[in-house]
């Protein structure tokens, strides 16, 4: 979280740029993976934590954004959604690397070596990957830009877009450097409010709840806690192909909200079979550590609960999971994309500490009716998605104009030129 802040991640996007960036956040990875593996005392593993979770705040605020500025308009959304299914391939890998070895003796130390892999390939790659054409045409590099362009484009498209960058920039240039305080004037604000309540409700509909709570459901209808992780995982990867596929054909908004209903549905059935089947047996305070557990009644709305989950996880990996990243990293204008993605970034992060700290909380004191607050909010993600604009094939700095007619912009679509260009 504290390098996912605007004030941190800012310096390192618009100052080194999105590749240097990502190179920067892979290195300090490295970095808090190997003093890890040589921890001896807790002290020293929790400062290792702690380094690798920097890279992790950086890395999550540039990766989509670097993809999204260099991929062409017809392919932005499949290409960022590349990053949610390599966070999903990930957690498969590693549930799977840590059924191996975590149990072994000074296994874990190896895990931390295996984990610097990855980030070892994506400094090597991205060596041989160009800088954002629009980070270079902001420093004033126009042919290094358009020669990226004319890579990745045909040349009759690189041009144009090059142009429609340099005009862009030109625009901003004559309001002098962007100020922190204009990120809550005008649309830029109202676009804030937008991606910040997109990253929170990615978290507040309850994902990593049901990561949490899944287990002690099985356990309950006599499956192994580590089965259903790894189903679960399994269920996630698989279910991020079809928003690499539809992206860009369904569009971001249709994969929001049908995702959004997908979860609300799950979460209305798992609290309806929950309340009614299901009992909560407190801890034996005669063991130790003992947690409590719970019991379903009828086998068969254990299975419905369980199925309830999997659905859950299909409907969110599609769409809210990888989409709203996508749809956050193209709303900006180039003149404050790398803050307010900062924001954002950091709203989801907080989002995600809400759900770890209180969801044990809720399942003590309100139960199975914990989801139906989840439903709540997977509800209002029905509501939202069903207003977005539709950003699909349309290039970015086009996208403002999406939002000229829309319920709480249109107030802003005359001075949208002021604030996006």
Do not use: H
Not at 10 to 21: A, D, I, T
Not at 135 to 158: D, M, P, Q
Not at 376 to 383: A, E, K, N, S, W
């Amino acid at each position: 979280m504290v390098t996912a802040c605007p004030f941190v991640s800012s310096y390192f996007l618009e100052s080194l740029g999105r590749k240097v960036s990502i190179m920067v956040g892979s290195i300090v990875f490295i970095i808090g993976s190997v003093v890890q593996a040589a921890a001896w005392t807790s002290a020293q593993l929790l400062v290792g934590r702690f380094v690798a979770g920097m890279s992790i705040g950086l890395l999550s605020s540039v990766i989509v954004l670097y993809q999204s500025e260099l991929a062409p308009a017809s392919l932005r959304g499949a290409l960022s959604t590349l990053y949610q299914l390599g966070i999903t391939f990930g957690i498969l890998l590693a549930a799977f690397i840590d059924q191996l070895l975590v149990d072994r003796e000074e296994g874990w130390r190896v895990v931390m070596g295996i984990i610097c892999i990855p980030a070892v390939m994506l400094i090597i790659g991205m060596i041989f990957l160009p800088r954002s054409p629009r980070w270079l045409v902001s420093k004033g590099k126009r042919k290094e830009a358009l020669k990226v362009l004319l890579s990745i484009r045909a040349e009759e498209e690189a041009v144009a877009e090059e142009e429609e960058i340099f005009q862009e920039i030109e625009r901003s240039k004559k309001e002098g450097e962007p100020r922190w305080v204009e990120l809550f004037q005008g649309r830029v604000a109202r676009l804030l409010i937008l991606g910040v309540t997109l990253q929170l409700l990615q978290q507040l509909v309850g994902m990593n709840a049901f990561m949490y709570f899944g287990p002690k459901i099985f356990s309950a209808i006599g499956f192994s806690k580590n089965k259903f992780t790894t189903i679960t995982n399994f269920v996630n990867f698989l279910s991020t192909f079809p928003a690499v596929v539809l992206a860009d054909r369904a569009g971001r908004r249709q994969l929001m909200l049908w995702s959004s209903i997908g979860m609300t549905l799950s979460c209305v059935v798992m609290g309806i079979m929950g309340l009614m089947y299901v009992t909560q047996v407190p801890p034996n305070p005669a063991i130790p550590g003992d947690e409590g557990k719970w019991e379903v009644t009828d086998a068969s709305a254990g299975w419905a609960i369980a199925v309830s989950v999997f659905f859950f996880v299909f409907n969110f990996a599609f769409g809210f999971g990888p989409i709203v990243w996508v749809y956050c990293a193209e709303i900006f204008p180039l003149r404050y994309r790398a803050r307010s993605l900062g924001v954002t970034t950091v709203a989801n992060w907080v989002g995600n500490f809400i759900i770890a700290q209180f969801t044990p909380v809720l399942l003590a004191g309100v139960q199975f009716n914990t989801f139906f607050i989840f439903g709540f909010f997977c509800l209002m993600g029905v509501f939202l998605s069903a207003w977005l604009p539709e950003t699909k094939g349309v290039a970015l700095e086009k996208i403002q104009e999406l939002f000229d007619n829309k319920a709480g912009f249109k107030s802003t679509a005359e001075d949208r030129g002021s604030c996006s260009e």
